[in-house]
């Protein structure tokens, strides 16, 4: 079993930036990718960023691109999500994700075997 514990939600002004973490209790190996998706009250839950653990390959969500930048820290186990120029509408709650057999379906929640727990993000206008 795996365990992710996210970091560094908060309340933030329109034009701020925040920087979120997530720790993982494993080292990863072969095709393994971590992932992290937002989900604003009464909508699904939605793509945001991924990165392959080993090549350190990333994509994102066109509304975060140019904006946000999604990193990893093999050493600590660590994946961040730098977000700048934040918007009210990237207010959500935000989770990061593990995929420990990573087939490049990034998009899709089920393509993910771990979640955290998640962390507010709140911007204001």
């Known amino acids: 079993q795996e365990q992710l514990v996210e970091s560094g939600g908060g309340l933030v002004q329109a034009g701020g930036s925040l920087r979120l973490a997530c720790s993982t209790s494993?080292?990863?190996?072969?095709?393994?990718?971590m992932g992290w998706f937002r989900q604003a009250p009464g909508k699904e839950r939605q793509f945001v960023a991924v990165?392959?653990?080993?090549?350190?390959?990333?994509n994102y969500a066109d509304s975060v691109k140019g904006r946000f930048t999604i990193s990893r820290d093999k050493a600590k186990n660590t994946v961040y999500l730098q977000m700048n120029s934040l918007k009210p509408e990237d207010t959500a709650v935000y989770y990061c994700?593990?995929?420990?057999?990573?087939?490049?379906?990034?998009?899709?929640?089920?393509?993910?075997?771990?979640w955290g727990q998640g962390t507010q993000v709140t911007v204001s206008s």
């Open positions: 494993r080292r990863a190996f072969g095709n393994y990718a």
């Open positions: 994700a593990a995929d420990t057999h990573y087939s490049g379906n990034y998009e899709y929640t089920g393509e993910y075997d771990y």
């Open positions: 990165i392959t653990w080993h090549s350190g390959d990333s």
